[in-house]
């Protein structure tokens, strides 16, 4: 039978951090109630599973750099019972300054994941400085692009606005809101 330690050696070598975590759990909770081979697997399993979910959520929280981070689990749910169904599924979602730089890998499939969901179920405004055509070239994958675009654009209507920049009058140097800027 094999040694512990090398179960755990080519737990470490395949990265299945999430099973060397709880293995030691696992296998106590396996011998107590007697669990069969294919549910300790499924356990196990599980266990990766969740690891690397919440690997990818941490990672991502991080890389988004927020003043302030933020659960549902801290909301007070009590103080406005209304409040969560609006929260959790909004009437509309707007997205502006959309397509001001190219998207990273992860920012483009997260992008996708959220046009996907929100295909014909909810409201969306998109605001953005370029026209449709040129949002493709900004994913670098042209498969996420051409998927995320026809669900957001097949179903859409499109206004371009000309004219001032209502932000360029709100800034110090008023001189400059005499820009005229084509959206």
Known sequence: MTDIHQLENKMRSL????????LDLRLSQAQKDSIGFIQFLELLLEDEVQYRTNKRL????SKA?????????????????KVPTRYLKPDL???DDFTLKELTKT???DLYELIDQRYRRGSMIVMANRSPKDWYPLFPNPVIAESALDRLLSCSHIITLTGKSYRALLRPDKALAKEVVTV
């Open 58 to 61: 941490a990672s991502r929280i």
């Open 107 to 109: 920012q483009a499939e």
């Open 15 to 22: 990265k299945l951090n999430g099973m060397l975590d709880t």
């Open 65 to 81: 750099h927020f003043e302030e981070e933020r659960s549902l689990e801290e909301f007070n749910f009590h103080f406005n019972p």
């Open 93 to 95: 979602l707007i997205v």
